[in-house]
């Protein structure tokens, strides 16, 4: 079945540790997407790539980084410079954002729970 | 600056009660509109979407969302509650150049 994969589903750290969240995606989208959530927030962007090789700064980027080497996958690492990690982590994929038959309608994969201790 | 609000972060119903959820967004008419719902722990599902093709738009579990232009709103709505609706609920508007924009969520309660 296509769809999106995130690992771990729980994942604990300690303070001042770097840690990496996998998406793996096998819908064919070109775009993929990593948002956070915290309750009563909702869902804040922190990247997103649009095509292999490039992506773009969402609007909580400070403290994370991506890297985009295949078009399947989008790893996210929450870095020590992240003042307050502990989050809900949702990866996202979709057709490319732009283009005027694409709803930009987003497929979800289950998500990942980071504490730090 | 282009946004989505929903009014209510909290919205109780009774079992068999309608369920009505407001979604409404800023700026001009977007091309697309969009219903999530999240169970604990969970990503998020869509549950329906507006694509101009009619403004009462229907989804799965009986939901259904009509976009009105003129109140810049696509609220969501359901005939009858049912236990299994208990979940949070997501508006998001695509103005087509970038990324989905988001509501903060509605926690939907059905009481027994």
């Known amino acids: 079945d296509g769809g999106i994969t995130q690992s771990p589903k729980y994942l604990f750290r300690k303070e001042g540790q770097n840690v990496t969240l996998s998406c793996e995606q096998n819908l064919n989208h070109d775009a993929m997407y990593w948002y956070r959530q915290d309750p009563g927030q909702g869902l804040r962007l922190i990247y997103y790539s649009q095509i292999v090789n490039d992506f773009q700064k969402g609007d909580i980027a400070e403290g994370y980084s991506v890297s985009r080497e295949k078009k399947e996958s989008f790893p996210l690492t929450v870095t020590s410079a992240q003042k307050n990690p502990t989050a809900f982590y949702l990866c996202?994929?979709?057709?490319?954002?732009?283009?005027?038959?694409?709803?930009?309608?987003?497929?979800f994969g289950e998500g990942s729970r980071l504490t730090v201790l | 600056a282009q946004s989505v609000t929903q009014l209510g972060s909290h919205v109780s119903v009774s079992e068999g009660a309608l369920v009505l959820l407001r979604c409404n967004y800023s700026s001009s008419v977007p091309p697309y509109l969009f219903w999530y719902v999240q169970y604990p722990n969970q990503g998020l599902q869509l549950l329906l979407k507006y694509t101009s093709a009619a403004t009462l738009v229907k989804g799965i579990n009986g939901f259904e969302a009509e976009f009105k232009k003129s109140e810049t709103s696509f609220h969501l709505t359901k005939p009858s509650a049912h236990m299994s609706d208990a979940a949070e609920y997501f508006c998001?508007?695509?103005?087509?150049?970038?990324?989905?924009?988001f509501g903060k969520g509605t926690r939907l309660s059905v009481i027994a």
């Open positions: 998001a508007v695509n103005w087509g150049n970038t990324p989905l924009v």
């Open positions: 996202a994929s979709s057709t490319r954002t732009s283009g005027p038959t694409n709803t930009g309608e987003l497929f």
